[in-house]
C-alpha cells in the first residue's frame, strides 16, 4: 500500500565490455610441516605406513567381531580421516590414493572412504616418498592418518556429541542425516583447452569426448546416489528397525534433500543404531538433532485497542504473491481477508492437513506475520486501501507454534515452493521460522542449503528471519538467554557479539535474505527501562557473522524490544511502547490488533513487504534485482560507527522503501535488466558516464557512491568455504582513476589468478567494507565477497569520478568446472549527492544517453 512517483525510475546498466583470463600457472606456499616432512622422508613415512599398518589392522578386527556377533553388514567402504596441508593439497586429488573424499572439516581434516580395505595405493605413494621416487611428493602434504571410528566429534554436531556418553542402545532417538555420494569422481573431468595451430575440427572433437565423459560423470553419480540411498535404508531399516521420516510412498529420498554431491535425510533409529552408523556408516559426514523451532507469544495482550474501521481491500489479480511459512492465518480476519489467497490454502501439518486456521494461543504468530507484510509501519484505523500483494497461507506450525518432528524442513520447503511457485508462480518465500540454537558452521545445515538449491533451480526469494534468544533459561548447551548474559553484566548490545548469539539455523543461507531486529523506541520509566535503545540492535536479536565469514544478518527491521526492571539478576518483560504493532488472531479472543510481542519473526515480513512492492513495480525482473535493490537501499543509522561489531549486528541496515523503488533530483540509481549470466573467468563491465559538471576540478562536491552485486549459484554440503560450496562465484571490482573500460578491463583479466594475499596497490575510493577481509576497506575483519549478495559504498569527491566510472562482475570457478557453468546475476550501482539541493539525477540520465549514442555508432560502424 505505497504510492511512489515515476519521475525518478531506476535506469539501465550498460554492459560496456566483456573478456575471458587466460589461465595461468602457479602454486600454493607449502606450510612449515609439509617442508619439514619433505626433509624427513624416511621419519614422516615411517610414521603414516605405522597409521596405515594400524588403521587396516583395526578394520580387518572389527570386521571379524562384525562377523562373530552378527552384526549387521556394512558396505565395502571403511572411514579414513586425513590432515593435510590446507594450503597446497588438493583433496579431490584423493582418488589417485583410492580414497573417496567425503567431507572436508577444519583445520585441514578430511573425511575419505576406502573400498580398498589394505589401503594399497596409499602404501605405494608412500614407499614411493620415502624413496624420493616421481608419483609420491605429494605424500609431504598428508600430515596425518586417523582411523574414522576414533573421531566421532568430525561426524555429530557439537550439541549432540556434548550428550553423545548418554545415548542409551534402547531409546529411539531422531536424528538428520548427511551422506556424501560423488564416489571417487568426486570432480568433473578437466575441460580441453586449445593448443597452439589446432584446428576447429579437431578441437570440436576433443570438445565433445569432453562432454561425453561430463554426462558419464553425472550419470555415476546419480548411479552412486541410488546405490548409498538403498545400502543406508537397508541398514537403518532391517538393521535397526529405523524408519526415514516424512518419507514418500517409494521410500526413496525425496529430490528436495538432494544435492549434486549428497542427500540428507531424518530418521528414527534406536541408540544402538545411532552408535553403529556414526562409527561404521562410512558415508556419512553429518548428524545432528532436528532444530526446535522457537518463536514467542506472550500470554497476555498489553493493549486493548478497538477494532480499526479501515477496510482492505482486495489487490489487483496480477498482484504480487507472498507465501507465509508459519503457523495458519486467521484468513477471515478483517484486517487481512480481502488479501488472502484462499483457493491455495495448504497446511503440511501432520494430522491437520484440513486445517488452515492460525491456532497457536494469545493472538496467533502466522496472523500476526501476514499482518505485518500488509501494514509494516502502522495499521490504518480509518478509510480504505488496496492491498499491495496478495497472502497466501502455508500452514507448517502446530498449535504450540512448533515444527512437528515428522516434517523435515528440506523436503517440506520442497513441497511448499513446489506447491506455491509451480501453481501460482508465487516468488516470496516469508520464512519467520528459526532454530533454538547457533546455526552450524561447520557445513552448511540441509535446511539452510535446501532453500539454496530451490533458489537456485527457481526465481525466487526466500527472506528469513535471523533467529532469537530466549527472554531467560539456556537452551541447551550453547544458547545463553537475555537474562543469562545480563546477569553476567553483559550490555546490550554487546552481548550480541557472544558466539552463543549467532544467528539461528537456516539463517545462514547463502541465498536467502536474513533479517534481523532492531528497537522502535528507547523506554524509561522507573523501575523499568528498555535494555535496548531506538534504533540499536533489539535485546534478542541474533548476530552474524554467519557461516564462512558471511554478513548476516543483511538488513534489520523493527521487531520490538524487551523491558527490565532493576532487581538484581533483572527480570525481562515486554511492554507495547517497545512493541511493533500487529494483527492479532481473535480465534480465542482478545482484540484485533495488539502491540504484545516481538521478535525477529515480526521485522522479517517487513521486508517481505518492500519485495511485494518491488515486484509489483519490477514484475518482469528477476528476484535477484528485487534482494538487490532492498540491500541496496538499506543504511546505517546514525549511531553505527565503521566497525566490524556494527556489520555483525545489522548487516548493512535498515532498508528504505523509497530508496528501493525510485531516486529522488540528488540521488540516481543503476540496474542490470533481464537475464544478466557469468561463467567462471569471465569478467562484465559496465561502465557509467559521469556528468560534465560534477567532474570539474573545481568541484568538490561530495558523492555517496553504493554499488551491489547479488548472484545465485548451485550449492553442495560436502565442502567447508564458499568456493567450494558453490559451483560458481562471483565478485565485483572497480575502476581506479583515468581507466577507461578497455584498460579497466585488461587489468582484471590479467589479475585474475593473482593470490588473494598480493598486493594490488592501492583502489581510488576506501570502501566501507572492502574486497578483502584483511585489507582494502575502512573495517577489518569481514570482506564484502563472502557472501551471495555483495554491499559496499564510500563517499568521494565529484572530481574524483573523472569521465568514466567502471565496475567489473567476475566470475570464478567454483565445485563445477564444467565451462558452460554460469551464474545468473544482477547489478545495482546508485550515485547521491550528500548536499540534496545539488541535482543529480538529470545530468546522469543525460550522460548515459550519450554512452548508448555512442555505443550505437560502434555498433554501426562495424
Known amino acids: 500500500m505505497v504510492e511512489r512517483s515515476d519521475r525518478f525510475p531506476h535506469i539501465q546498466l550498460s554492459l560496456t565490455k566483456k573478456g575471458i583470463a587466460a589461465p595461468q600457472g602457479g602454486g600454493s606456499k607449502k606450510d612449515p610441516q609439509t617442508l619439514a ?3 624427513d622422508r624416511w621419519g614422516h613415512g615411517s610414521r603414516l605406513n605405522s597409521s596405515v599398518s594400524s588403521i587396516t589392522a583395526n578394520w580387518k578386527d572389527t570386521e571379524e567381531k562384525r562377523e562373530e556377533e552378527e ?5 565395502k567402504s571403511r572411514r579414513i580421516i586425513l590432515k593435510i596441508d590446507p594450503n597446497s593439497f588438493d583433496p579431490e586429488s584423493l582418488k589417485s590414493y583410492g580414497i573417496e573424499l567425503i567431507a572436508e572439516i577444519e583445520d585441514g581434516y578430511i573425511i575419505g572412504a576406502s573400498a580398498d580395505l589394505e589401503l594399497s595405493e596409499l602404501r605405494k605413494k608412500i614407499g614411493k616418498f620415502i624413496r624420493e621416487e616421481h608419483g609420491g611428493g605429494k605424500i609431504a602434504e598428508i600430515w596425518d592418518l586417523i582411523d574414522g571410528i576414533k573421531k566421532p566429534e568430525y561426524i555429530l554436531s557439537p550439541e549432540l556429541m556434548a550428550h553423545w556418553d548418554l545415548v542409551k542402545d534402547d531409546q529411539i532417538y531422531t536424528v538428520d542425516v548427511g551422506i556424501a555420494c560423488v564416489g571417487l569422481k568426486s570432480k568433473l573431468p578437466d575441460p580441453p583447452k586449445r593448443e597452439t595451430n589446432e ?3 579437431h578441437f570440436e572433437k576433443r570438445v565433445n569426448r569432453w562432454i561425453d565423459k561430463r554426462d558419464l560423470t553425472y550419470e555415476k553419480w546419480d548411479e552412486i546416489k541410488y546405490e548409498r540411498e538403498v545400502e543406508f535404508t537397508d541398514f537403518i531399516q532391517k538393521s535397526y528397525q529405523g524408519k526415514i521420516v516424512d518419507d514418500i510412498v517409494d521410500g526413496s529420498i525425496p529430490q528436495s534433500a538432494k544435492l549434486p554431491d549428497s542427500f540428507s535425510c531424518r530418521i528414527t533409529i534406536s541408540g544402538k543404531g545411532l552408535k553403529d552408523l556414526v562409527f561404521n556408516f562410512p558415508y556419512i559426514f553429518d548428524v545432528s538433532e532436528p532444530d526446535v523451532v522457537a518463536e514467542w507469544v506472550k500470554k497476555e495482550a498489553l493493549s486493548d485497542v478497538d477494532t480499526p474501521t479501515f477496510k482492505l481491500q482486495a489487490p489487483k489479480l496480477n498482484a504480487p504473491k507472498v507465501c507465509v511459512i508459519d503457523s495458519g492465518i486467521q484468513e477471515m480476519h478483517p484486517l487481512l481477508k480481502a488479501a488472502i489467497d484462499c483457493d491455495n490454502s495448504t497446511s503440511w501439518v501432520p494430522g491437520e492437513t484440513d486445517q488452515i486456521a ?11 506475520v501476514a499482518g505485518a507484510v500488509l501494514y509494516p509501519i502502522t495499521i490504518p484505523r480509518i478509510g480504505n486501501e488496496k492491498a499491495i500483494c496478495w497472502i497466501q497461507n502455508a500452514r507448517v506450525l502446530d498449535v504450540d507454534c512448533k515444527l512437528p518432528k515428522q516434517l523435515f524442513p528440506p523436503k517440506l520447503l520442497g513441497d511448499v515452493v513446489d506447491f506455491y511457485h509451480s501453481k501460482t508462480n508465487t516468488r516470496i518465500f516469508n520464512h519467520s521460522l528459526a532454530g533454538t540454537l547457533p546455526c552450524p558452521t561447520q557445513y552448511m545445515s540441509p535446511w539452510a542449503a535446501a532453500i539454496d538449491n530451490l533458489t537456485w533451480k527457481n526465481d525466487i526469494l526466500f527472506i528469513v528471519a535471523a533467529g532469537n534468544l530466549p527472554f531467560r533459561g539456556k537452551i541447551g548447551y550453547t544458547r545463553l538467554s537475555v537474562k543469562d548474559h545480563l546477569a553476567a553484566n553483559r550490555l546490550c548490545p554487546d552481548y550480541l557479539l557472544e558466539n552463543s548469539c549467532r544467528i539461528a539455523n537456516p539463517a545462514q543461507s547463502f541465498q536467502a535474505l536474513t533479517v534481523g531486529s532492531i528497537s522502535p523506541a528507547s523506554y524509561h520509566a522507573l523501575p523499568y527501562s528498555s535494555i535496548s535503545q531506538k534504533d540499536k540492535p533489539s535485546a534478542f536479536s541474533c548476530s552474524g557473522l554467519g557461516i564462512w565469514d558471511t554478513i548476516k544478518p543483511e538488513v534489520v527491521e523493527y521487531g520490538g524490544d524487551l523491558i527490565k526492571d532493576e532487581s538484581i539478576p533483572p527480570n525481562i518483560i515486554s511492554r507495547k511502547e517497545v512493541c511493533p504493532e500487529l494483527v492479532r488472531s481473535t480465534l480465542n479472543g482478545g482484540p484485533a490488533v495488539a502491540a504484545d510481542t516481538v521478535g525477529t519473526s515480526y521485522a522479517t515480513p517487513k521486508v517481505s513487504h518492500i519485495a511485494a512492492c518491488l515486484a509489483a513495480e519490477l514484475p518482469d525482473e528477476s528476484c535477484l534485482l528485487h534482494r538487490a535493490l532492498i540491500v541496496q537501499s538499506a543504511r546505517w543509522p546514525e549511531w553505527a560507527e565503521e566497525k566490524l561489531d556494527t556489520v555483525r549486528q545489522i548487516g548493512y541496515g535498515i532498508p528504505n522503501i523509497d530508496r528501493a523503488l525510485g531516486n529522488s533530483p540528488n540521488r540516481i540509481t543503476l540496474i542490470t535488466r533481464g537475464n544478466n549470466r557469468i561463467k567462471a573467468r569471465q569478467a562484465h563491465v559496465y561502465q557509467v558516464k559521469m556528468p560534465e559538471g560534477l567532474r570539474s576540478q573545481g568541484k568538490e562536491h561530495e558523492i555517496l557512491v553504493e554499488v551491489t552485486l547479488s548472484y545465485k549459484a548451485q550449492p553442495r554440503r560436502t ?24 584498460k579497466f578491463l585488461a587489468r582484471i583479466l590479467k589479475e585474475y589468478d593473482t593470490p588473494e594475499n598480493a598486493d594490488k596497490g592501492q583502489e581510488v575510493f576506501q570502501w566501507t567494507i572492502g574486497k578483502k577481509a584483511k585489507n582494502y576497506g575502512k573495517i577489518h575483519g569481514v570482506s564484502r565477497s563472502a557472501g551471495t549478495v555483495q554491499k559496499d559504498w564510500t563517499v568521494v569527491k565529484s572530481f574524483q569520478l573523472r569521465e568514466a566510472f567502471c565496475i567489473a562482475v567476475v566470475g570464478h570457478e567454483g565445485w563445477n568446472n564444467d565451462p558452460d557453468a554460469e551464474a545468473p546475476y544482477s547489478l545495482v550501482i546508485s550515485f547521491e549527492a550528500i548536499a540534496s539541493e545539488l541535482p543529480i539525477y538529470a545530468p546522469f540520465v543525460e550522460a548515459q544517453v550519450e554512452i548508448e549514442l555512442e555505443q550505437q555508432v560502434e555498433i554501426n560502424s562495424i
Open 37 to 39: 616432512n619433505s626433509g
Open 71 to 75: 552384526q549387521p553388514e556394512l558396505p
Open 199 to 201: 584446428s576447429d575440427e
Open 358 to 368: 492460525d491456532r497457536v494461543s494469545n493472538g496467533g504468530h502466522g496472523t500476526r
Open 719 to 742: 565442502r567447508r568455504n564458499r568456493r567450494k560450496y558453490l559451483s560458481t562465484w562471483l565478485d565485483w571490482d572497480c575502476s581506479k582513476k583515468e581507466e577507461d573500460p578497455e
